[in-house]
């Protein structure tokens, strides 16, 4: 799996994620302080329309669960 | 009495003075206080069993449970899950493959009798976070569960034991990641038909259930049967709150968190320490909600320490399917050993070498056998395969590089592995460090066993 690293605009720490993530509209979550934050460079590759990842067809915000807690939270970063 | 976790506890102490080790101050799992505990003791060589008395809840709030760690990380305690007096390695490999393969049909108790009844927590006053959740290492995503997760065939009778490690999220949710497996099969089946799948997430029982988890069995064969074999009798089960007969449960479980893992849904999961001992990255996995939490009285939670020693031998029963395997080659293997260093991609094998060419092809039964395998070492059968100091000392002393040392190219990899240039093809690597059979050979080093045994250090030299 080809990985990439990012760093939490919060704690400014690094951790490193699949890198399909990159490609796909959804945030990420930092082990270290728990902000979910939206990664300044989508650098990862763009799937190709269609292309199923983790066996689903469309991967967006809506199949995606945030924690409760996060729901109630305004935007952040 | 049926097997669980408490006689597993109560034949330890029996059998081995001293464990489990008992914390009874009060520890932080979610705090990396379990962790750092468990690590500092492995560092020294303490492997014992760690029973901590007052775990607090995720939220660091005094709670109930009771947590369990280590349970694994020696043959000793092996040996104790299996009911074997001795605990020599391949005494244990025969006496897990003999009692694997005496399938026991499980037996179906009422609620009343089941032990895991004691309490039970519905969907609207349960909370996940009040478990004693450790974090492991550095960078792990969340609190970490390492169940073992027992699963209805979908359409079928047939059950399905895996561990999977689950992430803490909030009250009612974990996330849950699933390599393609068994597992793995049954929700791509359920989830085309846009449902979800109720599972059992059991966080203690006796060992010989939970080694079942890690147990190599075909997919048409019952793991529940097989777990049976392993305790030595019946599995027994009880109706789940939540599905009723739908998803039968060991009624002698520590604790069940019963719910379902939902279609078209995923979360963040990760990072998360492998067997390996390197860090996984973040990714996208399974999404769990909860619908029932059923405990026994102060109930006892059992967690593997990853990406520690706990976490590879409690892959012990692939360690005894590659034996079989590799015995089934060659008659002459004795022994095979993960390195503990390399993680399971170092394997030694030991054996009586008959004819030039044999410790090839029994490496090369084991790279068949497991992805698990990258390397094989083989060593003469008067080595250790365990002591890493005598494998190297073969490899150093016995071996040619031209000749004795093979690279295999294109085979399958292991994904956990990032030095894979490609996702699944990589090399593979064969050191043949035994003695060459056509001339005399120069003697390792020995004193005389005599004069060893005669003299005692303590009385010539005091500490
Ligand atoms: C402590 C421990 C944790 C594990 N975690 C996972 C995991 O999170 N996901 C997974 O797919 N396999 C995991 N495994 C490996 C599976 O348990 C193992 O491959 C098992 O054979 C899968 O069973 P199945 O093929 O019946 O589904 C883990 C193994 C151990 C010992
Ligand atoms: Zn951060």
């Known amino acids: ?77 | 009495m049926p097997k669980d976790l408490r006689t597993w506890l109560r034949d330890l102490e029996d059998r081995i003075p001293g464990e489990p080790l008992r914390v009874s101050k009060a520890v932080k799992p979610a705090s990396f206080e379990v962790s750092s505990i468990l690590h500092q003791l492995e560092e020294r060589g303490n492997l014992s069993a760690v029973f901590f008395d007052k775990p607090t809840s995720v939220k660091a709030e005094p709670s109930d449970y009771r947590l369990l760690c280590h349970a694994f990380t020696t043959r000793e305690k092996l040996a104790v899950s299996l009911d074997l007096q001795d605990s020599n390695r391949v005494s244990l490999f025969e006496k897990y493959l003999e009692s694997s393969r005496q399938r026991k049909k499980t037996e179906i108790v009422a609620p009343s009798e089941a032990p895991v009844k004691e309490v039970i927590i519905r969907e609207k006053s349960l909370d996940i976070g009040d478990l004693p959740i450790m974090r492991h290492n550095s960078m792990d995503g969340g609190p970490y569960l390492t169940p073992v997760v027992v699963a209805r065939e979908p359409n079928g009778e047939r059950y399905n034991t895996s561990w999977n490690r689950m992430m803490y999220i909030d009250s009612h949710h974990l996330a849950i990641y699933m390599s393609p497996r068994h597992l793995w099969t049954y929700f791509q089946e359920v989830e085309a038909r846009q449902e979800s799948m109720p599972i059992g997430v059991v966080l203690g029982h006796h060992m010989a259930f939970m080694l079942s988890a890690s147990a190599l069995v075909p997919p048409d064969e019952d793991e529940y049967e097989v777990a049976g074999g392993l305790l030595g009798e019946p599995l027994r089960v009880v109706p789940s709150e939540a599905y009723g007969e739908r998803l039968l449960v060991p009624a002698d479980a520590e604790i069940v968190i019963e719910g379902e893992i939902l279609p078209q849904r995923r979360t963040l999961e990760g990072p998360f320490g492998e067997f390996t001992k390197l860090i996984g990255p973040q990714r996208l996995s399974w999404l769990f909600r909860a619908r029932a939490i059923t405990h026994r009285h102060r109930p006892i939670m059992h967690s593997v320490f990853g990406a520690h020693l706990d976490h590879l031998y409690a892959h012990f029963p692939i360690e005894a399917s590659i034996f079989q395997r590799v015995k089934q080659v060659i008659t002459g293997v004795k022994d095979i050993c993960w390195l503990h260093s390399g993680g399971s991609f170092h394997l030694v094998i030991s054996m009586k070498k008959r004819t030039e060419g044999e410790p090839m092809r029994a490496a090369m039964a084991a790279l068949s056998a497991s992805n698990f395998i990258k390397h094989v070492f083989v060593v003469d059968d008067d080595l250790d395969p365990e002591n890493a100091k005598d494998v190297m000392w073969a490899v150093s002393n016995c071996c040619q590089a031209d000749s004795d040392i093979t690279v295999l190219h294109n085979i399958q990899g292991q994904l956990l592995d990032p030095s894979l240039r490609q996702e699944t093809k990589g090399s593979g690597l064969i050191i043949d460090a035994t003695r060459p059979l056509d001339r005399p050979y120069s003697p390792r080093a020995a004193l005389p066993p005599e004069a060893l045994e005669k003299i005692r250090l303590e009385d010539y030299i005091s500490s």
């Open chain 1, 1 to 77: 799996m080809k990985i990439h690293y990012v760093n939490c605009p919060q704690c400014n720490k690094s951790f490193h994620c699949d890198a399909n993530l990159l490609g796909l509209d959804i945030p990420l979550h930092c082990p270290y302080c728990d902000l979910y934050f939206e990664p300044e460079e989508r650098k990862g590759e763009q799937l190709p329309k269609g292309t199923a990842f983790m066996g689903l067809s469309r991967i967006d915000r809506k199949i995606l669960y945030l924690p409760v807690q996060e729901k109630k939270r305004p935007t952040k970063v």
